[in-house]
């Protein structure tokens, strides 16, 4: 047994007028495709390309384990040059990541390739934000902690993208003073008996491929999964609506470090006490 998906939308090239009516103003995902095709980046941006200009670039790489006491939040797990990682996405399947990095920044001359989406929405232009996968590689179900508005823009590889909808963030077993939800749920193979209140949850999906963009709404859980190797491009824009800017100040000025200390402080202990006390919240809905 799994999820019931629900297809996102998809669309040839938006208006700002389409944009804002249809999708920002309500908050719904949409896929967009014939959106970058006047980028340079469209025909330049592969494996090759990079390893040309950004090979030698110490890179954060991520793998599937769980969260360690040890480490702060989003620490990465290990960092290699870009060209030791394209290599190892090359050989096959692999488990390593790069996440939420910007290389833009490290390589400057790679903005001149790009164009920044005309949708009447205010973008922040500072944070390009890359992403890499090996085929196989998974990224851990969660939303973004400052509650963006995001376009996630494929270039080489196809890759899986499951949303949630953030009403439904109840059901979602979402760890205290976190964005992650239980680290035990596998949203390929859902173990409903586990966690009964996932039957509840209606998540979207597609596939995207070279050139499509994903809009991610305000405070929507995302799951990634690379069918192939590949990477993405991924630009934000605040939040809009006032509830959702304040909670990802919070995360941001504040949870984050809080949930740091507690790490240091109480060690797997505080792990734990996370784990339980999502399952014990969540569950108490079912009751």
Request: charged letters at 30%; a positive charge; glycine letters at 4%.
């Amino acid at each position: 047994m799994t999820f019931e998906y629900i297809e996102i939308e998809r669309v040839t090239k938006l208006t700002k007028k389409e944009f804002i009516k249809n999708y920002y103003a309500l908050q719904k995902p949409v896929v967009i495709t014939n959106q970058i095709e006047d980028w340079a980046a469209f025909a330049k941006w592969d494996f090759e390309f990079l390893k040309k200009i950004a090979g030698d670039k110490i890179v954060p790489l991520y793998d599937n384990r769980k969260t360690d006491y040890t480490k702060k939040v989003n620490e990465p797990d290990l960092k290699m040059t870009m060209s030791e990682y394209i290599a190892i996405l090359e050989k096959g399947p692999t488990n390593l990541r790069i996440f939420s990095y910007n290389l833009l920044e490290e390589v400057p001359m790679m903005k001149a390739d790009m164009k920044w989406p005309d949708l009447d929405i205010y973008m922040l232009k500072k944070l390009p934000l890359v992403f890499f996968g090996g085929q196989d590689a998974k990224v851990f179900m969660h939303y973004d902690l400052d509650f963006p508005n995001l376009f996630h823009v494929q270039f080489e590889g196809k890759k899986q993208c499951v949303l949630v909808d953030p009403q439904e963030t109840k059901y979602m077993y979402r760890l205290p003073h976190s964005w992650l939800c239980h680290e035990d749920i596998d949203f390929d193979n859902p173990d409903f008996e586990r966690f009964p209140a996932l039957k509840k949850v209606k998540p979207y999906i597609t596939n995207l491929q070279h050139g499509e963009m994903l809009y991610m709404p305000e405070g929507w859980w995302h799951y990634m999964k690379y069918l192939t190797a590949g990477f993405s491009l991924s630009l934000r824009s605040l939040a809009g609506r006032p509830m959702n800017l304040m909670k990802g100040i919070a995360n941001v000025a504040f949870i984050r470090y809080y949930d740091n200390w507690m790490r240091k402080y109480k060690g797997q202990a505080w792990l734990d006490y996370k784990e339980k006390e999502a399952m014990r919240r969540t569950n108490a809905l079912l009751i």
